[in-house]
């Protein structure tokens, strides 16, 4: 099955260059110059990936990855969890921090080589197809909390979690070694280092969003434990 790529880039030889690219590698690609552009091709066709640009002639990309996170889960077509590939010419590193925060899947600057475009598209949906294939690996459970390895979701009390598909590795990741104290860069290890990069803040803000989706007060986390100097840890039990 061809896998379906929305281009939301203003800059038209851009968008014309990874059309071309991403179809000489088996991608079919759309095009839209423009946010509303883009939600209309939503509204009619089914896509695997949104590549978005921040800046765009009739609003911010932070804004439209948040109006596709905001989706409810029977909007036609295209469901809110979407992968979404930012992308932008700007160097500054929050970008990047709030990109990740509201939803983004991962972020390229610009000027980008095509290849490197193709392998970070290439690893997120394998992370997003990972959703869909069947595992044999049982639930992790704590408490209130349930981690559905088989569905991918993460249940506090039953009720299932907002969680990207890169967060949710994350948690299991950390619950199946939960009571051991893992540092940024083995938690990039562990997830063979997908997104993250040599970027080891973007870990910080996923542990963030994770926090917000499974903590009754994500700013004094009883789950998951900063340890000062260290890393993490995913507390085995709660008080």
Do not use: W
């Not at 946010?35 to 800046?55: K, P, S, T, Y």
């Not at 909007?75 to 969890?81: D, E, F, K, Q, V």
């Not at 990741?173 to 063979?192: I, P």
């Amino acid at each position: 099955m061809i896998q379906r790529i929305l281009t939301i880039e203003d800059d038209h030889r851009l968008a014309v260059m990874v059309r071309d690219y991403l179809g000489q590698q088996g991608f079919g690609v759309t095009l839209a110059e423009d946010i509303a552009q883009g939600f209309h091709h939503m509204q009619r066709e089914v896509f695997d990936l949104v590549l978005l640009d921040l800046m765009l002639p009739d609003g911010n990309g932070l804004d439209a990855c948040r109006q596709i996170r905001a989706l409810p889960p029977n909007t036609p077509h295209t469901s809110p969890n979407v992968a979404i590939v930012m992308l932008t010419a700007k160097g500054d590193p929050m970008d990047r921090v709030i990109g990740l925060e509201i939803g983004a899947d991962d972020y390229i600057p610009k000027p980008f080589e095509p290849r490197e475009l193709l392998a970070r598209i290439r690893a997120v949906l394998r992370r997003h197809e990972a959703t869909t294939t069947p595992s044999k690996k049982v639930a992790l459970n704590f408490g209130r909390l349930e981690i559905d390895r088989d569905a991918r979701r993460a249940l506090i009390d039953g009720a299932p979690r907002d969680l990207t598909a890169h967060q949710f590795d994350l948690l299991v990741a950390m619950a199946e070694r939960a009571g051991r104290v893992l540092t940024r860069e083995q938690l990039m290890d562990l997830l063979k280092r997908q997104v993250l990069e040599a970027f080891d803040r973007s870990i910080d803000v996923h542990i963030g969003r994770i926090r917000v989706a499974i903590e009754d007060d994500p700013k004094h986390p009883r789950r998951i434990i900063t340890v000062r100097g260290a890393g993490y840890v995913f507390a085995k039990a709660q008080d």
